[in-house]
């Protein structure tokens, strides 16, 4: 099992980048693939970007490619969002998830979820 634990959240000027961080607990990061989703208000929850466990392979969604970089340190039991160039339609709770099965960016292959953390863009 692993518990995670999300920061780096806050309210941020359209235009301006935050950077995302999730901590794991345990010896096992490194087995897991790591992913970043978001949930809008009256929305449901969205995949962001993925990250497998060797950090040979990244998937992001349409709307945040060129934008947002995913990375992880396995050494660090850490992975990140880097986000640039925001915008309003950016503003959600950002979630961090782990996963073993199988690498992808359906929600539900990922097992173990953090509490999240509000990101939010003005205009």
């Known amino acids: 099992q692993v518990q995670l634990v999300e920061s780096g959240g806050g309210l941020v000027q359209a235009g301006g980048s935050l950077r995302l961080s999730c901590a794991a607990s345990?010896?096992?990061?490194?087995?897991?693939?790591m992913g970043w989703f978001r949930q809008a208000p009256g929305k449901e929850r969205e995949f962001v970007a993925a990250?497998?466990?060797?950090?040979?392979?990244?998937y992001y969604a349409d709307s945040v490619k060129g934008r947002f970089t995913i990375s992880r340190d396995n050494a660090k039991n850490t992975v990140y969002l880097q986000m640039n160039s925001l915008k309003p339609e950016d503003t959600a709770v950002y979630y961090c998830?782990?996963?073993?099965?199988?690498?992808?960016?359906?929600?539900?292959?990922?097992?173990?979820w953090g509490q999240g953390t509000q990101v939010t863009v003005s205009s």
């Open positions: 998830a782990a996963g073993r099965r199988l690498f992808g960016t359906t929600l539900r292959l990922y097992d173990y």
């Open positions: 990250v497998s466990r060797s950090i040979t392979s990244t």
């Open positions: 345990g010896r096992t990061f490194s087995t897991y693939y």
